[in-house]
């Protein structure tokens, strides 16, 4: 009794793909594109940080401001006029 060897079943491989993108001008062209694309990445996030530190700067100006007494004094008079009947 002879046992025939069980060859193993082709498997296919797979072939690198033919594209020839990574060597023409439009293959890096669209590879730069996805670079500048991926580079702004936290663009926002850093846009939100800036206009949070700038209103935080101007909140602390305008409580500077209305601390002084000329401001005060402005502020109560202009009070005072509207409250005032005639």
Request: overall charge positive; some cysteine; aromatic content about 2%.
């Amino acid at each position: 009794m002879t046992v025939a060897a069980n060859p193993s079943p082709a498997v296919p491989t797979a072939s690198p793909p033919s594209c020839t993108c990574r060597t023409s001008a439009a293959g890096r062209l669209a590879s730069a594109a996805r670079r500048l694309v991926r580079a702004d990445d936290g663009a926002a996030t850093a846009e939100y940080a800036i206009v949070i530190m700038a209103a935080v700067g101007f909140a602390g100006l305008l409580v500077t401001i209305m601390r002084s007494d000329e401001v005060r004094g402005i502020l109560s008079d202009l009070v005072r006029s509207a409250l005032s009947v005639g």
